[in-house]
């Protein structure tokens, strides 16, 4: 495939054509997880869009892809999170007394703001007063309050990553002070009391029962692989794991030094930058402006990697840590050690690859140092005669995915795991569209508007496939097989035009797209607008559509969605029309499958014929002794195993029924007219709505049936109850305060003319008819008081009148 370009981080600027090693094959890797924590939406953002560039490749293109990931499971991170865990336990079971643990609390809250929040403690602003519990609200605003009220640490731009490190640690300490107050330190203080205890007793943990990591990062990778399954991501077709390659990056690491592009200093080994470039090859060649950044420095060497020991060059990087106690360790001919972060994607790639490969992948995160660093030491390790060693053709970074200004992360713990995304907000379908609506190489920003919009996307294309299996069960009860890859798809030989024409340049439109460095947000539109251009079709030729058009659309958008990955059961070459359910990805022998519609169309049919007979038309009573059970044989015969299909024939005589019993209700007697539209509605929203079909009634024309999913037709049924039930009780409401102010307006209508002023403590005389003629100070009523009086006494008569009229008078 000449004509597909791709941004290649190796060469910024615009996409430049992509060629393969070898003609019609992809050699792939993808830098995979550090397994120590769940996976989040970041990672879901690279895995997924990776997923997408792979399924393109594979399924449209046709490359034979084979793709290699690997699973970092020894790292500072995994180290220091399995030592402090196995710290935190051994500490639980020590004898501590309530005040011991109190103390040991605040001695750990103390040093956490030390080391990560020292405005709380300095001196010059806090003279000689310690922090505790009381005064770290008051502290915790003078300190940092512009930063909580979204400004930024140095008062300047927009909050990123610094500001949601900050926030994370305010986090970590006024949960602590919550702990603290309650005495609840183990379980609520955990963030704080981690890093102490580990500060104490790390050089004390055994190392040598390597279990301590190993059962985090088994769990942690088992974790990771539901996840992916989850989010319908492709298996990798080889999968690497750090601590199966521990030799090779050895036996790597002393090639390394024995071409003199690498030293050893104090057990450990580092790479040897200007030996590099003095030999004439290029450094930071993804990110030349970083090479100098000192933080992304620290972060690739890692968190232990400090005083490892003396190097030629602050950026040369590790290529072979020495152990240190606490840590993890395998033998080498510079003592015990562990590899380097950066060197052990090298070797695991190089391994299963070769010295070169089409694409290596992996988060915009990793270009420097981790894929710079990669590329040097691989190309240092093969490179002849002084000339560079190409090791990577392509390189691929997926934008990272952002919240707040600041990308989503582990260690800034401002993220939601993948696994609590799909138990709430998201499903596998619509988070990969989130991913389709934009760049697979630009970052991603989460908003309420992104997501609308692609559940909008979403929406439009499950209605087409709805309305389109409803107008061809309607017209010919089971959807004609239009045969044809995604490329070529046709009807006929005949040249295209009116539909046909339209997908034509949809497609032409789509293949433009894909081969522009996979842009995916256009694929997207160009979907969405010939769907557009079918609805139209759809509304304006209710008596003459093009079915056949209709449904090749529907069949093209099916193959690409599948291709892109967004139905989980659908598998190539995706030649069906709309989502594939479950049942039919279960591929269960036909009279399994069609089981519940046989079921419905049983109960439906005894539960009419139990009606009075009487009423019946010559068309219901046919309708009733008819048996779909022979077009269904005919069906499963021909080879058709699609669950929808096979069920057509019980449920186009469901809805027969169904219309035949709705047309005759209106002249059968009241009894039965009220028993023939109760067992319409339990058909529509009941029977049906429990097996995923909905049944549109339309005037003086038969129901169209449609598939719609069982949850969906169940929610929408509790939100029609729901606001039913609203609905009655708001009537029923209005009915009581309409007969309370009723009953109050009698109840002040007992009263007599003469007596509804006595009771006033403003007033101290009155005359024979109740007016008030001195108030209670004994002076004369004002004149204009007594207007007013007048007209309510006046009132006051009326209403009495009324009363008395209707009940018949009495006392008051």
């Given at each position: 495939m000449d004509s597909i370009k791709v941004h290649n981080s190796l060469k910024p600027g615009p996409p430049v054509p992509f060629k393969p090693i070898h003609p019609g094959k992809v050699s792939w890797y993808a830098c995979g997880p550090t397994v120590y924590d769940q996976s989040h939406l970041g990672h879901a953002r690279n895995y997924v869009s990776t997923d997408i560039i792979r399924r393109i490749l594979k399924d449209y293109f046709g490359f034979d892809v084979k793709f290699v990931m690997n699973i970092t499971d020894v790292d500072d991170k995994i180290i220091i999170k399995a030592r402090r865990q196995r710290l935190l336990d051994l500490e639980k079971k020590k004898p501590y007394t309530e005040a011991e643990t109190l103390e040991l609390g605040k001695t750990a809250f103390k040093a956490y703001a030390q080391s990560n929040l020292p405005k709380l403690i300095d001196p010059e602003t806090w003279k000689d007063q310690e922090l505790d519990v009381k005064n770290y609200i008051e502290r915790?605003?003078?300190?940092?309050?512009?930063?909580?009220?979204?400004?930024?640490?140095?008062?300047?731009?927009?909050?990123?990553?610094?500001?949601?490190?900050?926030?994370?640690?305010?986090?970590?300490?006024?949960?602590?002070?919550?702990?603290?107050?309650?005495?609840?330190?183990?379980?609520?203080?955990?963030?704080?009391?981690?890093?102490?205890?580990?500060?104490?007793?790390?050089?004390?943990?055994?190392?040598?029962?390597?279990?301590?990591?190993?059962?985090?990062?088994?769990?942690?990778?088992?974790?990771?692989t539901d996840d992916m399954d989850a989010l319908n991501v492709l298996r990798p077709d080889v999968v690497t794991k750090v601590t199966d390659y521990v030799p090779q990056i050895a036996k790597f690491v002393e090639r390394l030094v024995d071409r003199g592009f690498a030293y050893e200093a104090d057990g450990s080994v580092y790479f040897d930058i200007a030996a590099f470039e003095k030999a004439g090859n290029t450094y930071a060649r993804l990110k030349p402006e970083s090479r100098n950044d000192k933080d992304l420095q620290e972060e690739g060497e890692g968190s232990l990697s400090k005083s490892l020991g003396a190097k030629k060059s602050p950026s040369d990087f590790a290529l072979w840590k020495k152990s240190k106690a606490g840590e993890p360790y395998w033998p080498s001919k510079w003592g015990n050690g562990r590899p380097g972060w950066h060197i052990e994607c090298s070797v695991m790639a190089s391994h299963v690859l070769g010295q070169r490969m089409d694409i290596h992948s992996g988060g915009i995160d990793l270009a420097f140092p981790h894929h710079d660093n990669e590329l040097a030491q691989s190309e240092a390790y093969y490179c002849q005669g002084g000339h560079e060693h190409t090791w990577v053709n392509y390189f691929l970074h997926m934008g990272h995915l952002s919240i707040s200004g600041s990308k989503m992360s582990k260690s800034l713990k401002n993220f939601q795991t993948i696994k609590d995304a799909l138990a709430s907000n998201y499903t596998s379908r619509s988070m990969r569209i989130v991913f389709l609506l934009g760049r697979w190489n630009d970052g991603v920003e989460i908003s309420p508007d992104m997501r609308t919009q692609a559940d909008n996307w979403e929406s439009t294309v499950n209605n087409y496939f709805v309305n389109t299996k409803s107008l061809l069960a309607e017209a010919s009860g089971t959807p004609e097989v239009i045969q044809g890859d995604v490329k070529n798809l046709s009807i006929s030989h005949k040249p295209a035009d009116g539909l046909l024409?339209?997908?034509?340049?949809?497609?032409?439109?789509?293949?433009?797209?894909?081969?522009?460095?996979?842009?995916?947000?256009?694929?997207?539109?160009?979907?969405?607008?010939?769907?557009?251009?079918?609805?139209?079709?759809?509304?304006?030729?209710?008596?003459?559509?093009?079915?056949?058009?209709?449904?090749?659309?529907?069949?093209?958008?099916?193959?690409?969605?599948?291709?892109?990955?967004?139905?989980?059961?659908?598998?190539?070459?995706?030649?069906?029309?709309?989502?594939?359910?479950?049942?039919?990805?279960?591929?269960?022998?036909?009279?399994?499958?069609?089981?519940?519609?046989?079921?419905?169309?049983?109960?439906?049919?005894?539960?009419?014929?139990?009606?009075?007979?009487?009423?019946?038309?010559?068309?219901?009573?046919?309708?009733?002794?008819?048996?779909?059970?022979?077009?269904f044989d005919a069906l499963a015969a021909s080879g058709i195993r699609d669950p929808e299909q096979l069920g057509?024939?019980?449920?186009?005589?469901?809805?027969?029924?169904?219309?035949?019993?709705?047309?005759?209700?209106?002249?059968?007697?009241?009894?039965?007219?009220?028993?023939?539209?109760?067992?319409?509605?339990?058909?529509?929203?009941?029977?049906?709505?429990?097996?995923g079909v909905y049944l549109d009634d339309r005037t003086d024309l038969p129901s169209l049936i449609k598939f719609i999913p069982t949850a969906e037709l169940?929610?929408?049924?509790?939100?029609?109850?729901?606001?039913?039930?609203?609905?009655?009780?708001?009537?029923?409401?209005?009915?009581l305060a309409r007969e309370q102010a009723e009953a109050e307006k009698w109840e002040k209508a007992?009263?007599?003319?003469?007596?509804?002023?006595?009771?006033?403590?403003?007033?101290?005389?009155?005359?024979?008819?109740?007016?008030?003629?001195?108030?209670?100070?004994?002076?004369?009523?004002?004149?204009?008081?007594?207007?007013?009086?007048?007209?309510?006494?006046?009132?006051?008569?009326?209403?009495?009148?009324e009363w008395v009229a209707k009940f018949g008078g009495g006392t008051a």
């Open positions: 915790r605003t003078v300190a940092y309050g512009n930063v909580l009220a979204g400004g930024t640490i140095t008062g300047e731009g927009k909050p990123g990553d610094a500001e949601a490190k900050l926030k994370m640690h305010i986090s970590n300490m006024t949960q602590a002070v919550i702990a603290l107050s309650k005495n609840t330190i183990f379980g609520m203080a955990d963030e704080i009391l981690l890093p102490y205890l580990d500060s104490l007793y790390k050089e004390t943990i055994d190392t040598s029962d390597q279990t301590i990591f190993t059962d985090l990062t088994q769990y942690m990778e088992n974790e990771f024409a339209d997908l034509e340049q949809a497609k032409k439109d789509l293949e433009a797209a894909f081969t522009n460095s996979f842009d995916t947000p256009q694929v997207m539109q160009v979907i969405l607008g010939m769907i557009r251009k079918a609805n139209i079709h759809i509304n304006e030729h209710p008596t003459d559509l093009d079915l056949l058009a209709v449904e090749a659309i529907a069949r093209w958008v099916t193959k690409i969605v599948g291709i892109l990955g967004l139905d989980s059961n659908a598998k190539p070459p995706y030649d069906g029309l709309g989502w594939v359910s479950a049942a039919a990805a279960a591929n269960l022998e036909p009279a399994i499958s069609v089981q519940p519609y046989k079921d419905v169309h049983a109960a439906v049919a005894k539960d009419a014929k139990s009606l009075d007979s009487g009423v019946f038309s010559d068309t219901l009573a046919q309708l009733l002794t008819q048996s779909p059970d022979p077009e057509l024939p019980y449920l186009r005589a469901v809805s027969r029924i169904r219309d035949e019993l709705r047309r005759i209700a209106p002249t059968t007697p009241t009894d039965i007219k009220k028993q023939i539209l109760a067992l319409s509605d339990r058909i529509r929203d009941s029977d049906l709505t429990n097996i169940i929610a929408a049924r509790r939100e029609k109850e729901a606001k039913e039930a609203e609905r009655a009780r708001a009537k029923e409401e209005a009915k007992r009263v007599k003319p003469e007596d509804i002023f006595k009771a006033d403590a403003r007033y101290g005389e009155w005359d024979v008819e109740g007016m008030p003629t001195k108030l209670r100070d004994g002076s004369e009523v004002p004149k204009s008081q007594l207007k007013k009086l007048r007209k309510d006494w006046d009132k006051q008569k009326k209403v009495h009148e």
